[in-house]
């Protein structure tokens, strides 16, 4: 190493642990390098081995998911986003990450810049961002605080969304004291590479071959953003604002047509970009992935900051921005593109064959580290962490469905009313609504009356359909069957709006690994989820790990939030929504022919009205699952369904209320039989699984009870819909009596009268 003239702090253990370093790690760094690191060493190291980079904590068990499909184009891990080929020559990418902890601290930025930042994982991939989504979790908005933090990040969402000009079709929210002080915010984008257009790769090679950085100038802004991400929100977590990106969609609207004109000029050799650890994490991560090295001149990065250091010039998290490996000889081509759309473009390396990444501040070396140390799945550290199964979990599966009384038939009404205005249930206009749903009008179903969105693909039958999707008080009630339903239910969920599952991404949300009984669940988890994307054919194609997700209070519901992917054949016949379309329609609930118990455990209903939350995940069996979804599309693809929608939150009556509500002028009569030993709240409002409720015109009625016979599933009969009363009955005796309007009311103002609140 050169002789410094930088003036550095002294670098040892303390300096070490202060960037997130154990003693372990620090004394494998001195063995690895076989010297004490510079500063600006310490600081990639550290970034570079938390557990939002290298998954140090994580990627022994995510390898174990099913990560293999006859429609993957990439493997999982191998680039920015998963990639599946779809057919008719069009490949999707798609991906979800989390934003949680800087949401916490700075709500508007934070949430804006993980749009941003799931956005560019898509057009890296050469692919054109078409649709997002997100999957929101807070505290209970009674805290005034909660409702500064929600209002903040769907503000940052769409601000930034509707600038950078994709739709936001759909999502998910969900409200629990668990969140209070470490909300969740997952973001989902969805691109498309089309017939004719480049795929590109996260990859250095080619010795000599230029590295450009492009987009936008280097700031001080997300500086140790990756491990302020992998440490537990405390009280000093508000002192760390500087950790929290700043984002400029605009910038970024400039940076997707440049990037994507780039690719397809044949100019580039590889390109990611820079997200968690900046410059650091791009060019290890493509240089390891080349087999390769780089040798960096960091002073020549364009900044917009004074007095900037190689440490923090590395470090940087500053959003819209790119690394990229150009062909050498096509520099004035990349140059030209990025001038065009008056974007910096600075060339500030080369391609080398040692392995090594090489930073250079004014001549003076101040890094040289080999990129295998550092990328995820190299040799950053591995750890299989202890496991505990949590003591909370012998007092939960000891509930007794009998310790808490039945409803009686004359509560019917107000209890149901009561969950239509709950927020979890309640209608999220008042989210989506502040999201551009319909731009570049490709939106055939976004938010609203459907289980899943609809994106069509233009010039071809084909759409997407797309869905996030978990219920976290299963997975933190049975960790592994809660992973299991988070898949299915996703799954379902796209079934119902005409689509066939294909694959997922996922955001795995969890706690301190560190703590066995949290690292338990988390691994349990992992293991439902594996299970039932292999019986649903659906692989992983990557995803995000987010732990340390725990306030003072304690950790937040264990939240492996699915974002599936499906494909809707003939957009404009198959895309189904679940609202009731026709008076006389029969209603029919697709069900396993079997269902061994059914309950109020784990229910929003027993959340909502006894105040608990315990017992069992609901029944479900994953091949019983499977059969009903089969049935459900067969029958979406013969077109015999008008509406589909699955049983969830509320059960069986919220469901149908659901149906009935958002069409405004069309109730049901339903009629509904206990099943044995069954009680009355179970039967309306229980939340056992693999249900999926249908209406289809009468003509159909035989069609679909031999369909369901032959795939071994019931298809019972419960109603029909009617003019503008909705009504069940439960063994002949009349429970729920209300109208369209009045569950529309209530479910549509539940959230803003609660936003309105000043105190």
Known sequence: MSTMRLKEPKVDLELARGHGLTEEEYGWILDKLGRTPTFVELGIYSVMWSEHCSYKNSIVELKKLPREGKALL????????????????????FKIESHNHPSAVEPYQGAATGVGGIQRDIFTMGARPICSLNSLRFGSLDNPRVRYLFDGVVRGIGDYGNSFGVPTVGGEVYFDPSYEGNPLVNAMSVGIIEPGNKMASAIAEGVGNPVFIVGS???????????????????????????????????????????????????????????????????????????????????????????MTPYEIMLSESQERMLIVCHK???????????????????????TDDGRVKVLWHGELVADVPAEHLALGGGAPVYIRDTKKPEYLDQTSAFKTESVPDMSPSSGTEVLHRLLGAPNIASKRWVYEQYDTMVRTNTVVGPGPS??????????????????????????????????????????????????????????????????????????????????????????????????????????????????????????????????????????????????????????????????????????????EKAVQDTCLSLIQKGCVQSAHDVSDGGLAVCLAE????????????????????????????????????????????????????????AIGIGRVSGPMFSIEVDNQPIILSTPETMHHIYETAIPNLMARKK
């Not at 990439?74 to 990418?93: F, H, K, Q, R, T």
């Not at 940076?255 to 650890?277: F, K, R, T, Y």
């Not at 000889?329 to 391609?351: C, M, P, Q, R, T």
């Not at 009355?680 to 015109?697: N, Y």
């Open 74 to 93: 990439v493997g999982a891990g191998e680039e920015n986003a998963g990639l599946v080929d779809i057919g008719d020559g069009i490949a999707v990418a």
């Open 659 to 714: 149906m009935s509500l958002v069409s405004k002028n069309l109730g049901a009569e339903i009629s509904l039989t206990t099943m044995s030993k069954s009680r009355l709240d179970s039967t309306l409002f229980g939340e056992a699984q693999s249900r999926i409720v249908i209406a289809v015109s009468p003509k159909h009625a035989e069609h679909v009870k031999s369909v369901a016979l032959e795939n071994g599933v019931a």
């Open 217 to 307: 100038a280097t700031g001080r802004d997300g500086i140790h953003g990756a491990t302020f991400a992998s440490e537990e929100i405390s009280e000093a977590s508000e002192a760390k604002r500087p950790s929290v990106q700043v984002g400029d969609p605009f910038t970024e609207k400039l940076l997707l047509e440049a990037s994507l004109e780039v690719i397809n000029s044949g100019a580039v050799v590889g390109i990611q970009d820079m997200g968690a650890a900046g410059i650091t994490c791009s060019s290890c991560e493509m240089s390891e992935k080349g087999n390769s090295g780089m040798i960096l001149h960091i002073d020549k990065v364009p900044i917009r900051e004074t007095g």
């Open 451 to 624: 289980d899943a969105a609809v994106v069509r693909l233009k010039d071809s039958k084909k759409g997407l359909a797309v869905k996030t999707d978990c219920n976290a008080r299963y997975v933190y009630l049975n960790p592994r069957k809660g992973g299991q339903i988070a898949v299915a239910e996703a799954a379902r969920n796209v079934v119902c709006a005409g689509g066939r599952p294909v694959a997922i991404t996922n955001c795995l949300n969890f706690g301190n690994p560190y703590k066995p009984e949290q690292y338990w669940v988390f691994k349990e988890a992992v293991t439902g989820m594996g299970e039932a994307c292999r019986v649903l054919e659906t692989p992983v194609t990557g995803g995000n790990v987010s732990f340390y997700n725990e306030s003072p209070q304690g950790a937040v519901f264990p939240t492996p939030t699915i974002g599936m992917l499906g494909v809707v054949e003939d957009v404009d016949a198959h895309a189904t929504t679940f609202e009731f379309k026709n008076e006389g329609d029969i209603i029919f609930i697709l069900q396993p022919a079997i269902i061994e118990k059914d309950g109020i455990e784990a229910s929003e209903y027993l959340s909502l009205v006894h105040g608990l939350t315990t017992g069992d995940a609901p029944n479900f069996d994953i091949y019983s």
């Open 329 to 351: 000889g096509k520099e004035s081509v990349l140059l030209a593109i990025f001038d065009k759309w008056d974007l910096h473009a600075a060339e500030i390396g080369h391609v």
